[in-house]
């Protein structure tokens, strides 16, 4: 069984860049869900995706956006990016909304 | 919104002792769940719990579910070395938002061997 997959590994980009990270969800998991973790903190909840429809926002602005695909894998786009952003993305997929969270190892934003 | 206080924020100790950590919150939770977390890598599931007044071991970790279910603790028997990293709580919340995982601020483990 294949788990919780993240590209890239490591993204540097400049402020007002956008950028789109991805996530292949755990087999058989129809839901993934988006979380920042900045450096020292917690991780934070972006945002849901449940066959394809988003499910569930956190406190982000609009700039921040996602996709699912038929297959259940993941995008998650930042527009403008701000130095802030600076952060681990991590993606979580899991069988139900409800159902408990198995993370992808991440993706490192450095934002210059 | 929901937050969950976890405590202590570090610990220091030597290998072979037993080690407890705490969340709290001010909300009922649906679920509580514990991660571990090695730098820049992702949060591996260590014990989930899913009723009021569950205690679930794995291995050397046991974790309780509080009967008020405003509280869990994590305990970790006779470390070892490779148990040092940042340990979470999270929990599902009750009522609308029960489908996103709230985490507290970790815990950091150093084991001295």
């Known amino acids: 069984e294949t788990g919780v997959t993240q590209s890239p590994t490591h993204l540097i980009k400049t402020r007002g860049q956008q950028v789109t990270l991805r996530c292949s969800s755990q087999?058989?998991?129809?839901?993934v869900s988006w979380y920042q973790q900045a450096l020292g903190q917690g991780p934070q909840f972006i945002f849901q995706?449940?066959?394809?429809?988003?499910?569930g926002r956190g406190n982000f602005p609009p700039r921040f956006s996602g996709l699912q695909f038929p297959n259940y894998s993941s995008e998650l786009n930042v527009n403008a990016l701000e130095l802030d952003d600076s952060a681990l993305y991590l993606c979580?997929?899991?069988?139900?909304?409800?159902?408990?969270?198995?993370f992808g190892p991440g993706t490192r934003l450095t934002v210059l | 919104g929901q937050q969950l206080n976890q405590s202590p924020q570090s610990m220091f100790i030597q290998e072979g002792e037993d080690v407890s950590m705490n969340c709290t919150s001010s909300s009922i939770f649906n679920t509580w769940l514990w991660y571990k977390q090695d730098p820049g890598e992702g949060p591996v599931l260590l014990i989930a719990l899913y009723k009021a007044g569950e205690l679930t071991s794995n291995g050397r970790l046991t974790a309780q579910f509080g009967i008020t279910r405003k509280d869990s603790f994590l305990n970790i028997s006779a470390s070892i070395p490779s148990d040092v990293g940042i340990y979470f709580c999270?929990?599902?919340?009750?009522?609308?938002?029960?489908?996103?995982?709230?985490f507290g601020k970790g815990t950091l483990l150093t084991v001295n061997p």
């Open positions: 979580a997929s899991s069988l139900t909304p409800t159902d408990t969270q198995y």
């Open positions: 995706y449940y066959r394809e429809e988003e499910n």
């Open positions: 087999s058989g998991h129809n839901t």
């Open positions: 999270a929990g599902h919340g009750s009522g609308g938002s029960n489908y996103k995982l709230t």
